[in-house]
């Protein structure tokens, strides 16, 4: 079982940013593609960014391309999200997830392990 439990979310105001964490117990993150999903008041759940396990081959959802990182460091089993120049649209629950496999995948029913989430609310 691997348990993750996601840091780093916030008020902040546009054009501002903020780096969420996701910590990972339980079992070493090695071979697992990790990613990071959003959830806004009222929508679906979206993807939002993933990286393999090596974290040379990541993918960006369109809307936060250019502006969003994913990063991980396996040796701390945790995986960053760094998200610059915020937009009141980029409110939501972050949620950090992870399954065993070797490409990256943006569908939530490929990832087995899901932390709770943390706010980040993005104020004009």
């Known amino acids: 079982q691997v348990q993750l439990v996601e840091s780093g979310g916030g008020l902040v105001q546009a054009g501002g940013s903020l780096t969420l964490s996701c910590a990972a117990s339980?079992?070493?993150?090695?071979?697992?593609?990790m990613a990071w999903f959003r959830q806004a008041p009222g929508k679906e759940r979206e993807f939002v960014a993933a990286?393999?396990?090596?974290?040379?081959?990541?993918r960006y959802a369109d809307s936060v391309k250019g502006r969003f990182t994913i990063s991980r460091d396996n040796a701390k089993n945790t995986v960053y999200l760094q998200m610059n120049s915020l937009k009141p649209g980029d409110t939501a629950i972050y949620y950090c997830?992870?399954?065993?496999?070797?490409?990256?995948?943006?569908?939530?029913?490929?990832?087995?392990?899901w932390g709770q989430g943390t706010q980040v609310t993005v104020s004009t």
């Open positions: 997830a992870g399954d065993w496999r070797l490409g990256i995948t943006t569908r939530q029913q490929d990832y087995d392990y």
């Open positions: 339980g079992r070493t993150l090695s071979g697992y593609v």
């Open positions: 990286t393999n396990w090596g974290g040379d081959s990541t």
